[in-house]
């Protein structure tokens, strides 16, 4: 069901915007799969600001809160030991948690400049900038987490669309960021200005694009993943990325609106599920085919002004949007309700197909660098080829049994979101079509192998059935067809050296010629082949020339 066309409060008693950003990390050993990237995060540093949050899953039972009772049992038990890791159990040891998360602390509001003017700069507070690693996957996520109450709903959507930009795509004409905030300030507890954008400097992000063939990050996101750097600059750093997708980050929003809800518009809706810039209300921003069937979740969506509005979910897979009302317990108690459902439950709904979509692109990614490397004519090269294969297979089957879930929950609504989350990210299709390649480059270096098997094979038979001869005569005869018991040892190794130079030397030879002579072979076994055909075969081998079809 949809809103109302017409006027409504266009305020938000409480908003919360979570950014995610999946982005690929380089090897730090060549040659070790597991890499452990966090590990460098763990050493102290003075540039180093990040560090490790301790599990909110406490093994004191009076830490333990009914928040976190709720969370886990969302989830299907191997989702569960994924997310959480294992507990003691008998006769067992406790299972860490795949996954690392590292926080840094010192920046505590954000403040955003927006290119209209009439909209005054807002700032946010910071609830969380975390860092989230996963063992056996070169893959970091970065999430940002902000928070503002009593704001406009204009203002909500100009910084959801605005926000989340690693780099601006084109340049307006005044000289800012095309869909860029016009700045964008991390602010410390005490106001000063840590970092900010620089958006507007349109010969920085050409020169690099120039040297580097890759897009370079806006200043204040680099000064957030330092001491990480960007895999493609001159930056030294322990740890380098690269980015993995589009420039504008998966984004996660909270509106918790003053008023009813359902006095919003239809082409509100469609804004906020597709994060498109504000407008007036019954403006559409574009058309929009299926819009409730293919966007919104409306299972706990009352649109008869009877009774509480509920909630209403929005999604388009890189956008995840809950929508209701401010006034209702159930929708917005501070530390409760679907507040805290929407931070933890439907936080890890939206990472997990993120985290698939992410790790599966990193693996295609390594699958392309492998095969740009390849040089058919070096020997090493095909060699190392065939290895990074193999490792790349290894991975992808430890990735589809420990992080691949078709199914995450039981839960209706759990089950319902992931599926939507999927299905707009496409994740099946990119597995089948990673997997599919991985396979083609598998079967490829299997019949490879064969063939060179086969050849061998070939090879040596033809040694062996001409060999046959000289080992055929040599036994008729015996061993001891010159008397060679009255040499001296000095001439009996020097026949011995003569003889076996000899026949080392016709070995190789007849190795060289295997090929013509296996098809000689082949010739002078068939039936139907003449007398002279027979000959010519025999006489090609020795011209060099292939033998035709016979």
């Known amino acids: 069901m949809t809103g109302v066309d017409g006027a409504t409060s ?66 299907l038990p191997h989702v569960q030991r994924f997310l959480y890791g294992e507990g003691r159990a008998r006769g067992a040891n406790p299972g860490k948690s795949p996954i690392r998360v590292f926080r840094r602390r010192d920046i505590a509001r954000l403040r955003c400049t927006y290119p209209d003017p009439a909209m005054a700069p807002r700032e946010f507070e910071i609830a969380h900038i975390d860092l989230y690693f996963f063992y056996d996957l070169d893959v970091v996520v970065l999430t940002v987490e902000i928070q503002a109450s009593d704001i406009p709903l204009d203002c909500a959507q100009e910084t959801l669309f605005r926000l989340g930009r690693a780099y601006p795509i084109y340049w307006e004409p005044n000289g800012d960021g095309g869909h860029c905030l016009k700045r964008t300030e991390w602010l410390s507890a005490a106001g000063e200005v840590l970092a900010s954008s620089d958006y507007e400097l349109q010969a920085r992000f050409l020169a690099h694009v120039s040297q580097y063939r890759a897009p370079t990050l806006a200043a204040h996101w680099d000064f957030l993943l330092r001491p990480m750097v960007q895999h493609h600059s001159d930056d030294s750093g322990p740890l380098r990325y690269r980015q993995l997708e589009y420039h504008r980050m998966p984004v996660m929003a909270y509106l918790a609106l003053e008023d009813d809800p ?35 979740y409306d299972r706990f969506w009352v649109s008869s002004p009877e009774g509480p509005p509920g909630a209403r979910y929005l999604s388009c897979g890189e956008a995840f949007v809950l929508v209701g009302s401010g006034r209702e317990p159930y929708f917005y108690t501070p530390g409760g309700s679907l507040l805290e459902h929407f931070r933890h439950q439907y936080f890890l709904l939206f990472l997990l197909p993120h985290l698939h979509k992410a790790a599966l692109l990193m693996v295609a990614d390594r699958l392309g660098y492998a095969l740009k490397r390849l040089d058919i004519h070096n020997p090493d090269s095909v060699k190392r080829f065939k290895r990074e294969i193999r490792q790349m297979r290894e991975i992808f089957l430890r990735f589809t049994h420990r992080y691949w879930f078709h199914h995450i929950s039981d839960q209706a609504l759990s089950k319902d979101l992931f599926r939507m989350e999927k299905d707009f990210l496409g994740t099946e299709e990119l597995y089948n079509e990673v997997r599919e390649r991985i396979e083609d480059m598998s079967e490829y270096l299997e019949s490879d192998s ?36 009255g040499l001296s040892a000095p001439v009996r190794l020097l026949y011995f050296a003569a003889v076996f130079a000899g026949m080392a030397w ?45």
């Open 450 to 485: 064969l063939r060179r098997q086969a050849n061998t094979v070939v090879r040596l038979t033809v040694v062996t059935a001409f060999g046959l001869i000289g080992t055929t005569v040599t036994g008729y005869f015996g061993m001891n067809i010159l008397g060679l018991d």
């Open 262 to 296: 359902r006095t919003l518009a239809h082409s509100d809706f469609v804004r906020l599920a597709l994060v498109t810039p504000p407008g007036p209300p019954g403006k559409m921003p574009f058309a929009v085919n299926d819009f409730e069937r293919r966007h919104c």
């Open 506 to 550: 016709l070995t190789f030879y007849t190795v060289m010629k295997s090929k013509g002579l296996s098809d000689f072979l082949d010739a002078l076994s068939d039936e139907r082949e003449t007398v002279g055909r027979k000959a010519q075969a025999f006489w090609r081998v020795w011209r060099g020339r292939k033998p035709g079809p016979w």
């Open 10 to 75: 266009r305020k938000l008693r409480h908003f919360r915007q979570i950014l995610l950003w999946p982005l690929q990390l380089m090897p730090l050993r060549a040659d070790s799969q597991i890499q452990n990237h966090w590990e460098v995060l763990e050493q102290p540093a003075p540039d180093n600001p990040w560090r490790e949050v301790d599990d909110e899953f406490t093994d004191d039972p009076a830490g333990f809160q009914p928040r976190h009772y709720s969370e886990f049992v969302n989830f």
